[in-house]
């Protein structure tokens, strides 16, 4: 007849207690050591509640040292745990972005966990791994499938490195290829018109600044995190550039947070088009006097309005500070309505610069480098609806896209310096 089995490392067997003198209780328990060994954990108290909250607090250290170690019989819960404290330590230290793991937490809660976690690390096997995952496609789709494997790689990865798995099992899977569910696509020069007049048009979407968002992210081709990200110390009128250093996120339990962009080479100095000059001098002048109280002097230029304005956002939200992409996206949604123009989202004006770029022959790297991507394949996959600082992608969008910003008036979008309550929101 076979025996009790062990207790798992880590893990403790009943509390008991009794007592060792007056006053005096003994709580104890057998404990499981990071060496198979069991042995006898216990404390004391005046009281069996107060022996057992200080037996509990010895096992709590106890097992907090045992979780470092790792082991093919280690339940790939506890590894995966051990590893996500790696992802929070490389937030802290700038390393990763708190929305990297944000994702990964919810890919770990939603996914990885209910259908891994009970395997112990032997028994994650490249069949038991594909199988899952082709669960997780058929359910939730392919994309929430490629990135449940890239999480369960780098648990694997992380167990690999403390000798527990000989092999990643999640190498040898099914490819999960992750195709736009849609083809790209873009607005024509027409549509850009058609978009322009419809915000002009609608006292919701000016009150909220789109005319100007909108023009400022078709003139350069970056995401909206980005454009609200930007503040005037990254501007420069003189030498008509300006840097995409920064992007705003909301993370859970901080809140709004402006940080670096994702990739060094997201980090990149962008030519402006006269159009979005134009802009954004005057969003200076406009921010300068609410600042101030009064209108700048005549004689004053646009780039030392910029340079009083520092680290102030381009596009504040009510009360001056930096603004939320989710309420500019429900604005955006609301402004669009249920016409010709539906489907337009934020990423189209993006998509809508780039393609303009490609049409007009400029090379894929240079174009890749205004959309701030280290691969050209991401740009001609993804980005063009078709298909370092250079002064011919900010030329070209001139031309496709000036006349309509000189034909449409973009004082709606701007701040009235007559009423001093009025702000771009």
Known sequence: MAGRPPLEIGTHGKIRTSEVGPKMIRAYCQYRDLDGRTRQVSATGAAKTAAGRALEKRLAQRSSNATAEIAPETKLRVVAEAWYVTVTQAVEAGRKSPTTAGQYRCFLDRYVLPATGDLRLREVTTGRVDAVLQTIKEKS?????????????????????????????????????????????????????????????????????????????????????????????????????????????????????????????????????????????????????????????????????????????????????????????????????????????????RKTALTLLDDAGLPARLIADQAGHSQVSMTQDVYMARKSVDGRTAQTLDRDLGNLFELKSMHNGCIDLEDDQARSV
């Open 141 to 349: 789709g392919e994309p929430t499938a490629k990135s449940c494997r890239t999480v369960l790689s780098n648990i694997l990865k992380y167990a690999a490195r403390h000798d527990a798995v000989s092999t990643n099992a999640t190498r040898n899977t099914q490819p999960l290829s992750v195709k736009p569910r849609h083809p790209p696509r873009a607005l024509t020069v027409d549509e850009c018109e058609q978009w322009l007049s419809q915000l002009a048009a609608d006292e919701a979407a000016v009150r909220h600044d789109l005319p100007d968002l909108t023009g400022f992210m078709l003139g350069e081709g970056c995401r909206i995190g980005e454009a609200l990200a930007l503040a005037w110390d990254s501007v420069d009128l003189v030498l008509s550039i300006v840097d995409i250093d920064y992007t705003l996120v909301r993370v859970k339990s901080r809140g709004l947070v402006r940080k670096k962009t994702k990739s060094a080479a997201g980090e990149h100095t962008l030519p402006l088009p006269n159009f979005v000059l134009a802009i954004l001098a005057r969003r200076a002048t406009a921010q300068f006097a609410l600042s101030t109280g009064c209108l700048p002097p005549a004689d004053m230029e646009a780039s030392a309005m910029v340079a009083r304005l520092g680290s102030a956002p381009v596009f504040p939200d009510s009360k001056g500070g930096w603004r939320d992409p989710s309420n500019t996206l429900r604005a955006l949604r609301a402004a669009r309505g249920d016409g010709d123009l539906a489907w337009v989202t934020s990423h189209v004006f």
